[in-house]
């Protein structure tokens, strides 16, 4: 009867600081789209794609001349990741690539549910600083090759970013050269000279060997397990709570989505609540 008791209290104390947490959560959001607002004078731009493109072609060539991403592959990622800039995440945190917070990063958050709920996502000053932060989001290790590719190389871009990892849809690559071709987005691609791509190349290696050593603190996003998310198990099992991913469970055990999916036959994304799952 005692230990019922302390369960119950146990469970309701989780459900009471979840409750908390999601208020604070929603209390930031509604200061940081106040400010957004103020900041627009209560108007926002409404983008079609086409508007889009035009609206920041510019900040993606800049990008593209000073590490390699070809505009191109910047363009159809933010116009894929943003919606064409009509997300909340682009429209009040100036976020239009759907990159997270970081143990180093000290500016403003936006929180809303992702891998897991209230994931916590960074707030920019405005969209270039966004565009300029996705650029160095690339600049590690397990993207490095793909700085050796021609910087109007969209094609193998786009295979390249699905082979490192950047999205666990397999469609993506796909996804990226039909909105490239779609809306001609390599005609602001350039090519370069043999001399400016060895340059480019020594300035940017130079940049992503200088990352390596603090990778984890500079691009590993702040992760913390759902609340009562259990160990794993002597067998090498971990049981599915509420608010769990393929994602958040293959990072939280250094795993693929795809390994996580060999190791128990899984064939879709798909997971159940109190599902037990191999994760070694």
């Excluded at 940081?32 to 920041?56: H, V």
């Excluded at 600083?129 to 969209?154: A, P, V």
Aim: proline residues 3%; glycine residues 4%; hydrophobic residues 35%.
């Amino acid at each position: 009867m005692r230990l019922s008791i302390r369960l119950i209290f146990l469970l309701v104390s989780v459900v009471f600081f979840s409750a908390c947490k999601t208020r604070k959560f929603a209390q930031n959001n509604k200061q940081i789209e106040k400010q957004a607002s103020k900041n627009n004078n209560n108007t926002f731009k409404s983008y079609n794609t086409l508007s889009y493109i035009d609206e920041f072609k510019a900040v993606a060539i800049e990008e593209m001349n000073a590490s390699g991403i070809p505009a191109s592959i910047t363009l159809a990622q933010g116009i894929l990741e943003s919606g064409s800039g009509n997300s909340d995440l682009a429209k009040y945190a100036n976020n239009h690539f759907g990159i997270k917070c970081t143990s180093d990063w000290k500016g403003k958050n936006y929180f809303r549910d992702d891998d897991q709920k209230n994931d916590c996502f960074r707030v920019y000053k405005d969209a270039r600083e966004s565009f300029r932060d996705h650029s160095e989001f690339l600049k590690r290790k397990r993207y490095s090759f793909l700085f050796q590719l021609d910087k109007n190389d969209y094609k193998s871009w786009a295979q390249g970013l699905k082979t490192a990892g950047y999205a666990t849809n397999p469609r993506y690559p796909d996804m990226l050269i039909n909105t490239i071709e779609k809306y001609r987005l390599d005609q602001y691609d350039q090519s370069e000279t043999e001399k400016q791509k060895l340059v480019r190349e020594d300035r940017v290696f130079t940049q992503i060997n200088a990352n390596i050593p603090v990778e984890n603190k500079k691009f590993k996003p702040v992760e913390t397990p759902p609340a009562g998310a259990k160990p794993i198990l002597a067998d090498g099992t971990y049981t599915v709570v509420k608010g769990d991913t393929l994602y958040n469970i293959s990072k939280r055990f250094n795993l693929t989505v795809d390994q996580l999916k060999v190791l128990n036959n899984i064939a879709d994304d798909g997971i159940k609540l109190g599902q037990v799952i191999k994760v070694k």
